[in-house]
């Protein structure tokens, strides 16, 4: 795991974008399409739109999303529009199936399209210690295949990639800002087992906090990052 600190939300997400545009660019090198799985929430905006301005071989680039809530199209609570920012293709993204009405089916007909491993997941935290929509308790944490339904959470029954997906892929980028993830941030790294997030794969996996978020970390083996 490779843990990164920069002094605010900007410099944090400005982090983030570079460090997916690198394993981006390096993945277009090798492979004729790349896979890239983006989560929604407040946090990654800034990230998403620094990523836009990137010279990037967005041709080559097929867009998943991590999870979504079952909301109808349009919705607020849906996290599909933050995307309309990054300069994808159309016909390639991807958007979760959240108003199927068969939602299980749905599930596997997304699971269907996503390639053999993604190259790129992005992710955040949640101050109860949820990934992806990983809540607390929830047995979609050990779900068979890659794609799976929560239970309600928040408000909302919510369609996800499963543990299964997100820890085969060949790299993971967690952004977390504010202060008001800094606990859950040094828990999960300490190693505190009750949290959703433990199920992430660690290798390969890059950590991007901002200084607020990173508040409760001791300095050894930090990566400070001036921005």
């Given at each position: ?58 041709a080559q680039v097929d867009l998943y999303q991590v999870d979504e809530r079952v ?16 300069p994808v293709p159309a016909a390639q993204i991807a958007s979760m199936p959240v ?41 979609v944490i050990a779900a068979a295949g890659d794609v799976a339904i929560s239970s ?76």
């Amino acid at each position: 795991m490779d843990i990164r600190v920069a002094s605010d939300p900007a410099g944090a997400a400005a982090v983030a974008a570079d460090t997916i545009a690198r394993r981006l660019r390096a993945a277009a090198a090798r492979r004729p399409r790349v896979g890239l799985a983006a989560s929604g929430g407040s946090t990654p905006a800034l990230m998403f739109a620094a990523l836009a301005e990137m010279p990037l071989p967005w041709a080559q680039v097929d867009l998943y999303q991590v999870d979504e809530r079952v909301a109808p199209d349009g919705d607020a609570a849906r996290n599909r529009s933050l995307l309309d920012v990054l300069p994808v293709p159309a016909a390639q993204i991807a958007s979760m199936p959240v108003t199927a009405v068969d939602l299980a089916r749905g599930a596997r007909r997304y699971a269907s399209r996503l390639p053999e491993r993604l190259d790129v997941v992005h992710l955040g935290i949640g101050t109860d210690g949820h990934t992806a929509s990983w809540p607390p308790g929830d047995p979609v944490i050990a779900a068979a295949g890659d794609v799976a339904i929560s239970s309600k959470y928040q408000g909302h029954v919510r369609m996800t990639l499963t543990p299964h997906a997100v820890n085969r892929a060949r790299n993971r980028v967690v952004l977390v800002t504010g202060a008001d993830k800094a606990e859950v941030v040094a828990r999960w790294l300490l190693g505190d087992t009750s949290l959703p997030i433990q199920a992430l794969r660690r290798a390969s996996t890059t950590v991007v906090l901002d200084q607020a978020a990173a508040s409760h970390l001791r300095p050894t083996g930090l990566a400070a990052v001036a921005r």
